[in-house]
Nanobody, 125 residues
């Protein structure tokens, strides 16, 4: 059974930094594009960031570009999201996802439906 477990969420003030981590078990991620999504109250889940299987190519939503970085450790089956200069609009539940693929028609999706349970990030002004 594939499990993705996020950690690191919490309550932060605007301008703070926070690091989210995702540990994957039950599946090798060494060939997967991994990534993060988020869902704010009353809004649809949206793409935040992704990273290629070898960690060399990152992808970011425009809303977080320049503030967030993404990294991975295939040996440990983990992926991390470093968030800086946090804004109240970053408040959301953040989800880790595996086996991502991109299409101009559907955007970023996970081929196998591999999602974590999410971790809450709240940024106060």
């Amino acid at each position: 059974q594939v499990q993705l477990a996020e950690s690191g969420g919490g309550l932060q003030q605007a301008g703070d930094s926070l690091r989210l981590s995702c540990a994957v078990s039950g599946r090798s991620i060494s060939s997967d594009t991994m990534g993060w999504f988020r869902q704010a109250p009353g809004k649809e889940r949206e793409f935040v960031a992704a990273i290629s299987w070898d960690g060399t190519i990152p992808y970011f939503a425009d809303s977080v570009k320049g503030r967030f970085t993404i990294s991975r450790d295939n040996a440990k089956s983990t992926v991390s999201l470093q968030m800086t200069s946090l804004k109240p609009e970053d408040t959301a539940v953040y989800y880790c996802a595996a086996a991502l693929t991109y299409s101009p028609h559907t955007g970023w999706t996970t081929r196998g439906g591999y999602w974590g349970q999410g971790t809450q990030v709240t940024v106060s002004s």
